[in-house]
């Protein structure tokens, strides 16, 4: 442990605004990693002003802001384009035929009366000059009169703006460049606070191209601590002067990523999960657009439920998580990653801890206490990840029998030895060996606890009861008293345990389970990272720190304590994220509890129709406009109407029909079970999305692939 108290696989603690120092060796700017064929561009060097000047308007919940075009809520209603080509060229034939026949004179001279009103006789002479140019005047005038009127009987300008140049413009023409106090690479919110130098410091480097993202996000976080009053305008004023855009780095030292598999926009803290579909069953405004994430949205926490092989893990957990590690690198955000080992999470280049449980190479352990120095809360959390999935599945249970069994032996041997039993150690205890519960009496005695050795006889006399839970317990810690972890969850202080008491710092953490023959294990340390989670993170004093657990995996995770503690997250500035291959891996008393304490849902294609069933149920039922169409044929007997009748048909490819149409208000289930089962096509999914603002979009159809 450090001085401080903390655990040294924190490495992580230092001042978000770091003290000036001398300018490293070697280039200001570190080379870029090489990014794999086909990832997404990095807004770095040249491109990164014109990253930082794209327009990012607000939008709804869950759109892609970068480079977002509003649209319309109601879809403007379009003529299908055989009608609309049929009607501009009949349109144009009735114009040149009515023109045809006031020119031959077949509709008589009518016409021509305001004209021969208008002009004096003297003009009326042979080869007049004046009557030539009047004239002519007058027979544009009116064909111009005919041409607008037949322009919009046939639409001419909605196939001007469907098929015309308007339709040719792929991209607008680029914007001017805005003003210096509304330019954001020339930093104007530093100008206005009277750190001018600093600001030219940096607008000098992102104009250099040694300006990224995530430089530019650090130290817009970084600034938010001096406006908070957390760090001082001087501390950071030295610091830009003397490091540039390499100023208040995180402490790996790291600037970005090795790579980038994901589109993110770290100005709105956006990643680009997937394009909404064009489907009449997404809102008008929503079709077509990119679909994003963002710690606003984390903050009310995700569960992703779809089988294997649907997407879970490359299409949400990856980009969820690599979006996180560059909050964290920016100063925003902890994260936590649990998944198997192999799962495809990142590398570990990315992270600043990785604990390969059950690996011998690992250079990190788990703290099996959390980091705490309180029996009791050590007893709580260490129940509710050994026996929690045993509890009764109702909302209002608990787990506090077993809760209390282990405090009976945690705070006296805590007290003799001054530490917390190991694995080994704890299971003894709980087994009742008469050999160590004699020791630690013994020790109580000679130090004088009183109150602790009252402890430590009811639980002698407990274990004599048939249905005490120490068994069970035993039970159960005998999993993690295996071989294989031999070497882990040490307390003696030899090895580098991490604790999620480190999460009030912008750490990145990836905790890879042994799946290959220890998946009961593997359970119970899911479960113990989410309740050491949901713990830490509700006593935080800074909260302004994102901090995101992302579980890969949470079959057998999800128990009472665990929903109780997911809503908890939300407003301690925290979120989780949860992914099942189906929710019959819930107790079917937590379904309903864990869908509504989940801001964002998201079925992927492939769910079942039962799993379907319960979130049709949770996203509820809307009203929506019925249209019942009747179409009769209509038969014509003349040859004149069957004439008719075959220009009609002509025009808009179908036959004459006399259509009657009912429209009625009726409520329908947003999704049902059926076409959550059956109509989302592979790589898809239908999410819905809350904020912390408590803003939502409704299910969407979203292709995970766009």
Not at 496 to 512: E, M, T
Not at 561 to 566: H, K, L
Not at 631 to 643: F, L
Request: proline residues 9%; charged residues 20%; hydrophobic residues 40%.
């Amino acid at each position: 442990m450090d001085s401080d108290g903390t655990h040294e696989a924190r490495g992580t603690r230092a001042n978000p605004v770091p003290r000036p120092a001398a300018p490293p060796e070697g280039p200001a700017v570190p080379p870029m990693p090489t990014a794999p064929p086909g990832a997404p561009p990095r807004p770095d060097g040249s491109a990164f002003l014109a990253w930082l000047r794209t327009p990012r308007p607000k939008a709804a919940p869950g759109v892609w802001r970068f480079g977002h075009v509003p649209r319309p809520e109601e879809e403007p209603e379009a003529v299908p384009a055989r009608q609309l080509i049929s009607g501009a060229v009949i349109a144009f034939l009735v114009g040149w035929l009515i023109w045809s026949l006031l020119w031959n004179g077949y509709l008589g001279g009518w016409w021509l009366l305001p004209l021969y009103a208008m002009i004096p006789d003297s003009w009326a002479q042979p080869h007049s000059f004046g009557a030539v140019v009047v004239v002519y005047a007058y027979y544009l005038l009116i064909a111009l009169v005919i041409l607008v009127g037949v322009g919009r009987l046939g639409r001419w300008g909605e196939l001007w703006r469907r098929y015309g140049p308007p339709a040719w413009r792929r991209s607008a023409p680029p914007s001017r460049p805005p003003a210096p106090e509304e330019d954001p690479a020339e930093w104007p919110q530093l100008r206005a606070a009277g750190a001018v130098d600093a600001a030219e410091r940096l607008a000098a480097e992102a104009r250099a191209g040694l300006m990224r993202d995530v430089d530019h996000a650090r130290i817009a976080r970084a600034w938010q601590g001096v406006r908070s009053g957390r760090h001082s305008l001087a501390a950071f004023t030295g610091a830009v002067l003397s490091d540039g855009a390499a100023a208040c780095l995180h402490p790996s030292g790291a600037r970005d990523l090795p790579a980038r598999q994901a589109r993110h926009d770290l100005l709105t803290g956006q990643v680009r999960l997937g394009t909404t579909a064009d489907d009449p069953r997404n809102p008008y405004a929503y079709r077509g657009t990119g679909l994003a994430l963002g710690p606003d949205l984390l903050g009310t926490s995700l569960l992703a439920v779809g089988p294997a092989g649907s997407g879970k893990t490359g299409s949400v957990v990856r980009p969820l998580a690599e979006s996180l590690c560059l909050h964290a690198l920016a100063g925003r955000a902890a994260v936590v990653v649990v998944g198997a080992a192999g799962a495809g999470l990142g590398p570990a280049d990315a992270y600043d801890v990785v604990v390969r449980i059950g690996n011998p190479e690992s250079v990190y352990d788990l703290d099996l206490y959390g980091g705490t120095t309180d029996p009791d809360e050590a007893a709580a959390v260490l129940a509710e990840a050994l026996v929690g999935d045993l509890a009764d599945p109702h909302p209002g249970s608990d787990s506090r029998r077993s809760t209390t069994v282990l405090a009976q032996l945690l705070g006296p041997f805590r007290a003799v030895h001054g530490r917390f039993p190991s694995v080994p150690e704890l299971r003894q205890l709980l087994d009742g060996a008469p050999g160590p519960l004699a020791e630690l009496r013994k020790g109580l005695q000679a130090s004088g606890h009183a109150s602790l050795l009252r402890e430590l006889d009811a639980r002698e006399r407990q274990l004599a009861h048939p249905g005490d839970v120490a068994g069970v317990l035993a039970d159960r810690i005998a999993l993690l008293d295996r071989p294989a972890f031999a070497g882990f969850f040490d307390t003696s202080g030899s090895s580098r345990p991490f604790s999620l008491k480190a999460l009030d710092h912008p750490v990145r953490v990836r905790i890879d389970l042994p799946q290959r023959g220890h998946a009961d294990a593997s359970r119970i340390l899911s479960r113990l990272v989410l309740a050491q989670f949901t713990a830490s993170v509700t006593v935080r004093e800074d909260r302004s720190l994102f901090a995101c657990l992302v579980l890969d995996d949470a079959t057998g995770v999800v128990t009472p304590e665990a929903v109780r503690g997911i809503q908890r997250l939300r407003s301690a500035g925290a979120g989780a994220v949860l992914t099942l291959r189906t929710l019959d891996d819930v107790p079917r008393p937590l379904r309903g509890p864990l869908l509504g304490a989940t801001g964002c849902r998201v079925a992927l294609s492939g769910l079942t129709p039962w799993d379907g069933q319960d979130f049709a149920e949770v996203w509820g039922k809307e009203w929506t406009e019925a249209r019942d169409v009747t179409d009769r044929q209509i038969i014509a007997e003349t040859p004149a109407g069957k004439a008719v009748h075959m220009l009609r048909r002509v025009i808009t490819g179908k036959a004459p029909t006399a259509r009657a149409v009912t429209v009625r208000q009726v409520e329908r289930e947003r999704w049902s079970a059926s076409e959550l089962a059956h109509a989302v096509p592979p790589g898809h999914a239908v999410l819905s999305l809350t904020d912390v603002n408590g803003e939502h979009a409704p299910p969407l159809l979203v292709d995970l692939r766009g």
